[in-house]
T-cell receptor, first 113, second 112 residues
Framework: AQSVSQHNHHVILSEAASLELGCNYSYGGTVNLFWYVQYPGQHLQLLLKYFSGDPLVKGIKGFEAEFIKSKFSFNLRKPSVQWSDTAEYFCAVNAHGFQKLVFGTGTRLLVSP | NAGVTQTPKFQVLKTGQSMTLQCAQDMNHEYMSWYRQDPGMGLRLIHYSVGAGITDQGEVPNGYNVSRSTTEDFPLRLLSAAPSQTSVYFC???????????FGPGTRLTVL
C-alpha cells in the first residue's frame, strides 16, 4: 500500500526566508506526485505535479519541487516566502493510471511579516 | 465552468440523523471521490467512482454510502450520523487521462 510522510508538521518562517518542506513516499511502482495548498478557510488547490520527465517541476506562485527517485522524495521549495504563503501544504501520491490519491498529514506554514 | 460544487457548506446534525452531502461537477470528469479531512490526519479517501454506475470503497468507508447515477453527480450519504463523523468533507473530480484531481470547497459537518 502507498503511504506519504510529511515530517514537518508546523513551520514558522519570516518573510523572505527560504522554504523547504519534506515529503517521502513509499510505493514500489511508478507514481505521480502532487503538492496541494489549502489557504485558511479555502479548499485544496493544486500547486504542482510530477508525472515524468524533468525531475524539477515548477508550479504556481514561485513554488518548485524536486523528485529524487532514489530517495523516494518530492520536496517542495520556494526561495523567498511571503506572508500570503501562510497555508497548509499537502503532499500526495497516486499510482500511474490510478486516480486514488494518498495524502500526507500536511504541514502548516506560518509566515510572519 | 463552475468546477466542483458542494452543498451545503455547513451542517450540524444530531447523532442518529441521516443526511446527504451533494457534489456536482460540470467538467465531464469520469472520476469522482470523497475525502474527509481531520486535524493531523490529512485527507482520507472515503469512496470513489470511475464512472456512472461504478463505485468502490476507499480507506474509511464505514458509515457512508455513495451512488453515481450520472457523470455529473456523486452524493455522499450518512445513514446514521455519529460524532466520529464530525469532519470537513471534500469532493474531487478528475480525468483518467490526466491523473489529476480538482477539489470542491468542502462541507463542514458537526455531529452532536
Amino acid at each position: 500500500a502507498q503511504s506519504v510522510s510529511q515530517h514537518n508538521h508546523h513551520v514558522i518562517l519570516s518573510e523572505a526566508a527560504s522554504l523547504e518542506l519534506g515529503c517521502n513516499y513509499s510505493y514500489g511502482g511508478t507514481v505521480n506526485l502532487f503538492w496541494y495548498v489549502q489557504y485558511p478557510g479555502q479548499h485544496l488547490q493544486l500547486l504542482l505535479k510530477y508525472f515524468s520527465g524533468d525531475p524539477l517541476v515548477k508550479g504556481i506562485k514561485g513554488f518548485e519541487a524536486e523528485f529524487i527517485k532514489s530517495k523516494f522524495s518530492f520536496n517542495l521549495r520556494k526561495p523567498s516566502v511571503q506572508w500570503s504563503d501562510t497555508a497548509e501544504y499537502f503532499c500526495a501520491v497516486n499510482a500511474h493510471g490510478f486516480q486514488k490519491l494518498v495524502f500526507g498529514t500536511g504541514t502548516r506554514l506560518l509566515v510572519s511579516p | 465552468n463552475a468546477g466542483v460544487t458542494q452543498t451545503p457548506k455547513f451542517q450540524v446534525l444530531k447523532t442518529g440523523q441521516s443526511m446527504t452531502l451533494q457534489c456536482a461537477q460540470d467538467m465531464n470528469h469520469e472520476y469522482m471521490s470523497w475525502y474527509r479531512q481531520d486535524p493531523g490526519m490529512g485527507l482520507r479517501l472515503i469512496h470513489y467512482s470511475v464512472g456512472a454506475g461504478i463505485t468502490d470503497q476507499g480507506e474509511v468507508p464505514n458509515g457512508y454510502n455513495v451512488s453515481r447515477s450520472t457523470t455529473e453527480d456523486f452524493p455522499l450519504r450518512l445513514l446514521s450520523a455519529a460524532p466520529s463523523q464530525t469532519s470537513v468533507y471534500f469532493c474531487a473530480s478528475g480525468t483518467v487521462s490526466t491523473d489529476t484531481q480538482y477539489f470542491g470547497p468542502g462541507t463542514r459537518l458537526t455531529v452532536l
